[in-house]
């Protein structure tokens, strides 16, 4: 069993691990790990506390995959809900679809009764306020509702260096290979802009491997 993750996903990686450990599937517990990460308001990058996009709102994307059966399920852009990844995964559970986003991925994550949750916090609110009042030029900030964001979005500048997300990638007891990426949807980003299109980038943050000890063997 394998467990493979980046600095982001440090504080949701012993759960996951621990439940590989027991035998549980990957999607199991990359979900179970990702949904720590997302909570936790000390991770800027993923969920609650991630910086907002240029309207100062919070947008989270998140998708899982199983590797045996290639199906996928994603979010993008998705507003008021706590654990995008768990949105993600009744979408590859439930629907035909592979993406859903904006409000459509807010009305499946209410029928499907998701923690809803006001992911603003006070920290990020503050800094996307600074910015606004800093950056913005004073026309605009009269007209904001209306306001031309193409160019603001181009020199927007993202708090989190990094600008990284959480992957879980996880091989189960039974050979299953999944996987679960997750993060806000890009600092500075026009609504609804899905951050995934940074996919291409390289990787700008160190990975870890944690390779499990074997399942016992059966007792006979």
């Known amino acids: 069993?394998?467990?493979?993750?980046?600095?982001?996903?440090?504080?949701?990686?012993p759960t996951t691990a621990r439940l590989l450990a027991e035998g549980r599937p990957a999607l199991d517990a990359i979900e179970a790990?990702?949904?720590?990460?997302?909570?936790?308001?000390?991770?800027?990058?993923?969920?609650?506390?991630?910086?907002?996009?240029?309207?100062?709102e919070v947008e989270l994307d998140a998708c899982l995959m199983d590797g045996t059966t290639l199906r996928t399920g994603a979010v993008g852009a998705l507003r008021g809900f706590l654990h995008p990844g768990s949105v993600a995964r009744e979408i590859m559970r439930r629907l035909p679809h592979e993406l859903l986003v904006g409000k459509g991925a807010a009305r499946f994550a209410r029928e499907v009764g998701a923690e809803p949750a006001e992911n603003l916090t006070e920290d990020s609110r503050r800094a996307w306020q600074a910015w606004f009042d800093n950056e913005v030029p004073e026309p605009l900030r009269k007209h904001w509702s209306d306001a031309p964001l193409a160019e603001l979005c181009r020199h927007a500048v993202d708090p989190e260096v990094g600008r990284d997300t959480t992957v879980f990638l996880a091989h189960d007891r039974d050979r299953n290979i999944c996987s679960g990426p997750a993060r806000r949807g890009g600092a500075g980003n026009i609504r609804a802009a899905w951050a995934t299109a940074r996919s291409s980038a390289p990787a700008r943050t160190p990975m870890c491997a944690t390779a499990l000890p074997p399942a016992p063997a059966p007792a006979r």
Request: glycine residues 18%.
């Open 1 to 13: 069993m394998i467990l493979v993750t980046n600095n982001e996903g440090t504080v949701g990686a």
């Open 33 to 56: 790990g990702i949904r720590l990460v997302e909570a936790d308001p000390n991770v800027r990058t993923v969920g609650r506390g991630g910086w907002p996009n240029l309207l100062g």
